[in-house]
């Protein structure tokens, strides 16, 4: 091999994100071993040491969410990873993240549920609660990996987009993904590309921490580097501190969404749409039955396509738009009772058919379920 070819290996979806996120910089994990993600905490508190950082097993996933905020207001990239009773917990903390504009990586490695569910098997019921999970209106980016590779990339691009928009960013895995193993790349150090949060360019009596740039994201100092300012999950002003104000809320609420919905593109593949007359819908392990099944479906003369939401949130919705006025019909696979195709169904303005196909018995959606849904809305 020579020095500048990329390594090959052998890894699950949940030892990919470790080695995403020693990539990406992190330099703090608190988490408690639930699974199916329990590989990724076993590999960051093996690892992460040796690089300088900090692993911290905690009593629960509230204190585990709560720990991450700490560290990256002290300017470490922080990380926790959980599933789906944890993922539940740490709500209220990614809320707080989300209002005092604390950038962070949640992973969550998705399980069936609801409660404890069956815990060592695959579902993706976990999407709505991805993007509403925290009360009140928040800024969501969540990335849905489909293979092992792009957990690897998704993750070293979770905190790049945390770190740019000083907001959480949740990786939803599930556990097909988490858990499979596939040869993939590592990528050499001249290939990654890092985003760090924007420091503020004033001294420390003129810093105002939540005072915006025009992109709608305020610079942010480190706590330890001389600047002192308060952190509050109430309504702030630029200053941090509390204001009661209605006024204030809507103020600053708005700018928290607009910083993402109007700066943040939507990531999303598009697989033999040119002229496609129906569009399958799919994400995550399911987008890989889904290729399999377009591909079948066009071996016997169907023209069909495949759309893969990767941010699943902000969700594609100009994609399904344009999709609507050209395809008689969308099809969307998922592990859960409904989800992804109710936002498929705002987005098509009922310009096209909408039609689920829904799988929550523990098994992955197969290639052929899928075509036969395609044949028969064809």
């Given at each position: 091999m020579g020095e500048n070819d990329r390594q090959a290996v052998l890894m699950s979806g949940n030892e990919a994100c470790v080695e995403g996120a020693l990539l990406a910089g992190i330099r703090f994990f608190a988490g408690y071993p639930i699974t199916?993600?329990?590989?990724?905490?076993e590999g960051l508190?093996?690892?992460l040491p040796?690089?300088?950082g900090k692993f911290i097993q905690m009593e629960d996933e509230i204190a585990s969410m709560a720990a991450v905020v700490g560290a990256s207001l002290a300017g470490a990239k922080a990380m926790t990873a959980t599933s789906g009773p944890g993922f539940s917990l740490k709500q209220e903390n990614i809320?707080?993240?989300a209002m005092a504009e604390v950038p962070c990586v949640v992973v969550n490695v998705q399980r069936f549920g609801p409660s404890t569910g069956?815990?060592?098997?695959?579902?993706?019921?976990?999407?709505?609660?991805a993007r509403w999970g925290t009360h009140g209106d928040h800024p969501v980016i969540a990335l849905m990996p489909a293979s092992v590779q792009e957990c690897l990339t998704l993750t070293v691009e979770a905190f790049n987009l945390a770190e740019e928009y000083r907001t959480p960013v949740i990786l939803l895995m599930d556990e097909v993904v988490g858990h499979m193993r596939e040869g993939i790349l590592l990528p050499r150090k001249e290939e990654i590309v890092l985003k760090e949060r924007k420091k503020p360019t004033v001294p420390p009596e003129e810093y105002l921490p939540y005072k915006a740039d025009p992109d709608g994201i305020p610079p942010m100092a480190n706590f330890g580097d001389g600047y002192r300012y308060h952190v509050?999950?109430?309504v702030h002003d630029e200053t941090g501190f509390p204001r009661?104000?209605?006024i204030d809320g809507d103020r600053l609420v708005r700018r928290l969404v607009n910083k993402v919905k109007d700066n943040f593109v939507p990531m999303v593949e598009e697989y033999l749409t040119e002229d496609a007359e129906i569009a399958v819908v799919a994400c995550g392990s399911v987008a890989r039955s889904a290729k399999r099944a377009v591909d079948l479906g066009r071996e016997q003369g169907i023209k069909v396509g495949l759309v893969r939401p990767i941010s699943i949130w902000p969700f594609p919705e100009k994609v399904i738009r344009d999709l609507a006025e050209k395809v008689k019909a969308f099809v969307v696979p998922e592990m859960n009772l409904g989800q992804v195709v109710l936002e498929v169904e705002r987005c098509a303005c009922g310009k096209a058919g909408v039609y689920g196909l829904n799988r929550i018995d523990a098994e992955l959606i197969t290639p052929d379920e899928i075509l036969t849904k395609i044949q028969e809305v064809k």
């Amino acid at each position: 091999m020579g020095e500048n070819d990329r390594q090959a290996v052998l890894m699950s979806g949940n030892e990919a994100c470790v080695e995403g996120a020693l990539l990406a910089g992190i330099r703090f994990f608190a988490g408690y071993p639930i699974t199916p993600s329990t590989e990724i905490a076993e590999g960051l508190a093996k690892r992460l040491p040796r690089y300088g950082g900090k692993f911290i097993q905690m009593e629960d996933e509230i204190a585990s969410m709560a720990a991450v905020v700490g560290a990256s207001l002290a300017g470490a990239k922080a990380m926790t990873a959980t599933s789906g009773p944890g993922f539940s917990l740490k709500q209220e903390n990614i809320g707080f993240a989300a209002m005092a504009e604390v950038p962070c990586v949640v992973v969550n490695v998705q399980r069936f549920g609801p409660s404890t569910g069956l815990p060592t098997s695959p579902a993706q019921g976990d999407i709505m609660q991805a993007r509403w999970g925290t009360h009140g209106d928040h800024p969501v980016i969540a990335l849905m990996p489909a293979s092992v590779q792009e957990c690897l990339t998704l993750t070293v691009e979770a905190f790049n987009l945390a770190e740019e928009y000083r907001t959480p960013v949740i990786l939803l895995m599930d556990e097909v993904v988490g858990h499979m193993r596939e040869g993939i790349l590592l990528p050499r150090k001249e290939e990654i590309v890092l985003k760090e949060r924007k420091k503020p360019t004033v001294p420390p009596e003129e810093y105002l921490p939540y005072k915006a740039d025009p992109d709608g994201i305020p610079p942010m100092a480190n706590f330890g580097d001389g600047y002192r300012y308060h952190v509050t999950g109430l309504v702030h002003d630029e200053t941090g501190f509390p204001r009661g104000r209605g006024i204030d809320g809507d103020r600053l609420v708005r700018r928290l969404v607009n910083k993402v919905k109007d700066n943040f593109v939507p990531m999303v593949e598009e697989y033999l749409t040119e002229d496609a007359e129906i569009a399958v819908v799919a994400c995550g392990s399911v987008a890989r039955s889904a290729k399999r099944a377009v591909d079948l479906g066009r071996e016997q003369g169907i023209k069909v396509g495949l759309v893969r939401p990767i941010s699943i949130w902000p969700f594609p919705e100009k994609v399904i738009r344009d999709l609507a006025e050209k395809v008689k019909a969308f099809v969307v696979p998922e592990m859960n009772l409904g989800q992804v195709v109710l936002e498929v169904e705002r987005c098509a303005c009922g310009k096209a058919g909408v039609y689920g196909l829904n799988r929550i018995d523990a098994e992955l959606i197969t290639p052929d379920e899928i075509l036969t849904k395609i044949q028969e809305v064809k």
